[in-house]
Structure formats: structure tokens, C-alpha cells
């Protein structure tokens, strides 16, 4: 497929954690060391959001309502992208998406289906 592939998701209380994981399929893996990737989500009746980014040179880019609870890594080698989040809350419920950043910020056309983040009492 052509598209990049999230999984890690799950139902969680307040406070806790997860690892998001995002993989890059054999037939993009020539693309993704090129590229900055970034982790979104999206709310139901929401507007998809930018959480987090990270250069290949492992520079990172956080929200502001995420920042210090998140951590975005990458194994280039491997081509994947993770997302550590810590002192999760209600508000960050959401599906979450991966995909390789543009120059000008634009996400390219390598949408997954996603993996759902829940946290609620």
C-alpha cells in the first residue's frame, strides 16, 4: 500500500500513557528519510491538527497543548515514527494520523487509516 500505517492506540484513564507507532510501507520507505514527519489528530467535528513534527535530523516541533508531555521520535533506519504520551487527558482524544511533511508544511498524500486515542474516566 501507499499509505503509512498507525497502530498503539487504546483506552485509557486519565493521567496514563501510550506509544503510538507509525510504519512507513516497503513501497514509500524511499521517501521517508527524505522527508520531516509529523504525528496529527482529529476530534470528531474537529479540524485536523498538527501535534507534533520531527526533521531526519531529529529536531522536533511540539503544540502548545502538547508540549512536555509528548515526545515524537524516529528510527530512520527501520522507518518508523513514534509518539510517547504522558499525563494524558480527556481533551487529547482524538484518531491519531502520521505522514511526511512538504517544504512548505503540507502534508503528502500518505494518510492511514489512523489509530483511536481515548482517555476518560
Known amino acids: 500500500q501507499l499509505n503509512l500505517v498507525e497502530s498503539g492506540g487504546g483506552s485509557v484513564l486519565p493521567g496514563g500513557s501510550l506509544r503510538l507507532r507509525c510504519a512507513a510501507p516497503r513501497a514509500i520507505t524511499s521517501v521517508f528519510n527524505m522527508y520531516d514527519m509529523a504525528w496529527y489528530r482529529q476530534a470528531p467535528g474537529k479540524q485536523r491538527e498538527l501535534v507534533a513534527r520531527i526533521t531526519t535530523e531529529r529536531s522536533t516541533y511540539y503544540s502548545d497543548s502538547v508540549r512536555g508531555r509528548f515526545t515524537i521520535s524516529r528510527d530512520n533506519s527501520r522507518k518508523t515514527v513514534s509518539l510517547q504520551m504522558n499525563s494524558l487527558k480527556p481533551d487529547d482524544s482524538a484518531v491519531y494520523y502520521c505522514?511526511?511533511?512538504?517544504?512548505?508544511?503540507?502534508?503528502?498524500?500518505?494518510w492511514g487509516q489512523g489509530t483511536q486515542v481515548t482517555v476518560s474516566a
Open positions: 505522514n511526511a511533511v512538504n517544504s512548505d508544511n503540507s502534508a503528502l498524500n500518505y
